[in-house]
């Protein structure tokens, strides 16, 4: 299923988009898509059967935001350099471990919602993700399948990072990360059941036209159930919790210079196979 969310920000409602691409109207099923109707099997199959019967409402799509597709999301936990081609360009050594840093929830925003760039930034870069949504709470997994059997479903996450902020400015990661608006997630969560190898997946990012990614999740150090049992053993992973699991090659901090960071007026558009498709345009905060 694709699970989404639409409204103005802060009054989304739930939706699901049907087989023939048409938007239907789940309110009258689920309250909302989040951690406790992801967690809720009997929710879930309330959900999949109102889609087959075919008898949901429509929505009108048209000149209707979409917000992010998960409602309440406790934390988002990100991986770093977690791709083999990333580490290369950016000349790291790859990571014995998962690097592990956090973005706060309110840094997520819409797919198509306008990203700032923060006030004395020179350095925004862009980082299109595969995000996985966790399922069923997770704590101290035994195995790859283990992780795998945590989660609800994927969805498209453009991790927006401050390269300065981040590397330069001293401390922790999390300077260049948290940055208001830097987390545009969607436009769906996919469940689970429809993505047949998250590690078979392409993504895509291209800055005012021009494809910058090109990349692969048959690339990643650590794959996405290595990742979930990984980071299970150092905190509870809770439904609705969201896990970023890293970028491929191609982000402005790997060009020569002068790299191409990004600046007002700039659109980046992003996309991962069968998770959708982004879009935003940015301005100054």
């Given at each position: 299923?694709?699970?989404?969310?639409?409204?103005?920000?802060?009054?989304?409602?739930?939706?699901?988009?049907d087989?023939?691409?048409?938007?239907?109207?789940?309110?009258?099923?689920?309250?909302?898509?989040?951690?406790?109707v992801?967690?809720?099997?009997?929710?879930?199959?309330r959900?999949?059967?109102?889609a087959?019967?075919?008898?949901?409402?429509?929505?009108e799509?048209?000149?209707?935001?979409?917000?992010?597709?998960?409602?309440?999301i406790?934390?988002?936990?990100?991986?770093?350099?977690?791709?083999?081609?990333?580490?290369?360009?950016?000349?790291?050594?790859?990571?014995?471990?998962?690097?592990?840093?956090?973005?706060?929830?309110?840094?997520?925003?819409?797919?198509d919602?306008?990203?700032?760039?923060?006030?004395?930034?020179?350095?925004?870069?862009?980082?299109?993700?595969?995000?996985?949504?966790?399922?069923?709470?997770?704590?101290?997994?035994?195995?790859?399948?283990?992780?795998?059997?945590?989660?609800?479903?994927?969805?498209?996450?453009?991790?927006?990072?401050?390269?300065?902020?981040?590397?330069?400015?001293?401390?922790?990661?999390d300077?260049?990360?948290n940055c208001?608006?830097?987390?545009?997630?969607?436009?769906?969560?996919?469940?689970?059941?429809?993505?047949?190898?998250?590690?078979?997946?392409?993504?895509?990012l291209?800055?005012?036209?021009?494809?910058?990614?090109?990349g692969?999740?048959?690339?990643?150090?650590?794959?996405?159930?290595?990742?979930?049992?990984?980071?299970?053993?150092?905190?509870?992973?809770?439904?609705?919790?969201?896990i970023?699991?890293?970028?491929?090659?191609?982000?402005?901090?790997?060009?020569?210079?002068?790299?191409?960071?990004?600046?007002?007026?700039?659109?980046?558009?992003?996309?991962?196979?069968?998770?959708?498709?982004?879009?935003?345009?940015?301005?100054?905060?």
């Open positions: 299923m694709k699970l989404l969310r639409v409204g103005t920000t802060g009054a989304e409602r739930p939706a699901l988009l087989a023939d691409g048409v938007l239907r109207d789940l309110t009258g099923v689920v309250g909302d898509i989040d951690g406790t992801l967690a809720d099997d009997a929710a879930l199959a959900v999949r059967a109102a087959e019967a075919g008898d949901l409402p429509v929505i799509a048209a000149g209707l935001r979409v917000g992010p597709p998960l409602g309440r406790g934390k988002v936990v990100c991986i770093g350099l977690n791709y083999h081609d990333h580490a290369r360009e950016t000349g790291a050594e790859p990571p014995a471990e998962p690097v592990v840093f956090f973005k706060a929830p309110d840094t997520v925003i819409g797919p919602d306008t990203v700032l760039v923060p006030r004395r930034s020179t350095k925004t870069d862009w980082e299109v993700e595969l995000a996985v949504v966790i399922g069923r709470t997770a704590r101290y997994l035994d195995s790859a399948a283990d992780g795998l059997a945590h989660v609800a479903g994927y969805a498209v996450a453009h991790d927006v990072s401050e390269r300065e902020f981040q590397i330069e400015r001293g401390g922790t990661w300077k260049g990360k208001e608006t830097f987390n545009p997630l969607g436009p769906w969560l996919v469940t689970a059941d429809e993505i047949a190898d998250p590690q078979d997946l392409t993504l895509r291209w800055v005012n036209g021009t494809l910058k990614q090109h692969t999740t048959a690339e990643q150090i650590f794959p996405v159930g290595e990742v979930v049992c990984y980071v299970s053993q150092f905190m509870t992973l809770y439904p609705g919790d969201v970023n699991t890293g970028t491929p090659a191609g982000v402005a901090m790997g060009h020569p210079d002068p790299k191409p960071y990004l600046r007002a007026g700039d659109v980046v558009e992003l996309e991962i196979t069968g998770l959708g498709r982004q879009r935003q345009k940015l301005k100054d905060a």
